[in-house]
C-alpha cells in the first residue's frame, strides 16, 4: 500500500505539464541551457509548484525517464496483446530504433543527468529488459524464435545501437542491425 495520496486533478495537470514541457527541452538538448526556475514559467505554473513536484533538477530527469520507460513497456504489452508474438517482437524492436533516433536529445540529456544515479538506471534498464523478455519468451513458445538466445543479447545489441548513434549512417546501420538480431533469433527450419 502506497503512503502517497493520489494528487487532485488540478495538480496532476500541473505535474504533467511540468514533464511534458521538460521532456520537449530535454528533446532539443537545451535542458542545461534552461534555469530551473525557467521550466514552470514554460509548464505555465508557479515555482513553487515545480519545486512542490520536482524538488530538484534530477528528480525532474528521474520522473521524465521513468515516463519513459513506462511508456516503452506500455508499448511492449500493448504489441504482445495485439499481434502475434513474432510480429510483436520485431515490432517493438524497429519501434526502438525510431525512438532512439527521434529522442536523441531526450536520451543523451538523461544519460548526463542519470549518470551518478546508476540506480534509477539499472531500475528502468531492468523493466525494460523485463519488456523484451516477455516478447522473446511469447515467440519461443510460439516457436517462431529459437531457444538458445536470451534477451540479454538483444538488450546488449539495443544499448549498442543507441550507443553507435553518433556514426555518419546510423539510422541505415541501426535497421540493418536489427533485421540481424531478428534474423540471428529465427528459429531455423528443418529441411526434409
Given at each position: 500500500m502506497s503512503?502517497?495520496?493520489?494528487?487532485?486533478?488540478?495538480?496532476?495537470?500541473?505535474?504533467?505539464?511540468?514533464?511534458?514541457t521538460?521532456?520537449?527541452?530535454?528533446?532539443?538538448g537545451g535542458f542545461f541551457d534552461l534555469r530551473f526556475d525557467d521550466f514552470a514559467r514554460l509548464a505555465g505554473v508557479g515555482t513553487g509548484t515545480l519545486y512542490r513536484h520536482f524538488p530538484t533538477r534530477e528528480a525532474l530527469a528521474e520522473a521524465v525517464y521513468h515516463g519513459e520507460v513506462a511508456a516503452l513497456c506500455d508499448r511492449a504489452r500493448q504489441?504482445?496483446?495485439?499481434?502475434?508474438?513474432?510480429?510483436?517482437?520485431?515490432?517493438?524492436?524497429?519501434?526502438?530504433?525510431?525512438?532512439i533516433a527521434a529522442h536523441e536529445g531526450l536520451a543523451r540529456t538523461l544519460a548526463t543527468l542519470m549518470a551518478d544515479r546508476s540506480g534509477v538506471l539499472a531500475e528502468g534498464s531492468r523493466a525494460l529488459e523485463q519488456a523484451v523478455t516477455d516478447l522473446v519468451t511469447a515467440a519461443v513458445?510460439?516457436?517462431a524464435v529459437r531457444d538458445d538466445?536470451?534477451?540479454?543479447?538483444?538488450?546488449?545489441?539495443l544499448h549498442?545501437?543507441?550507443a553507435a548513434h553518433d556514426r555518419p549512417d546510423w539510422r541505415a546501420e541501426a535497421d540493418d542491425i536489427i533485421t540481424l538480431v531478428l534474423d540471428g533469433l529465427r528459429r531455423p527450419h528443418s529441411d526434409g
Open positions: 503512503a502517497e495520496k493520489p494528487l487532485r486533478a488540478d495538480a496532476q495537470r500541473k505535474r504533467e505539464a511540468l514533464l511534458a521538460a521532456r520537449e527541452v530535454f528533446d532539443t504489441l504482445q496483446a495485439t499481434l502475434p508474438a513474432a510480429e510483436a517482437l520485431a515490432t517493438f524492436l524497429r519501434g526502438m530504433v525510431e525512438h513458445r510460439d516457436g538466445v536470451g534477451a540479454g543479447a538483444v538488450m546488449m545489441a549498442g545501437i543507441g
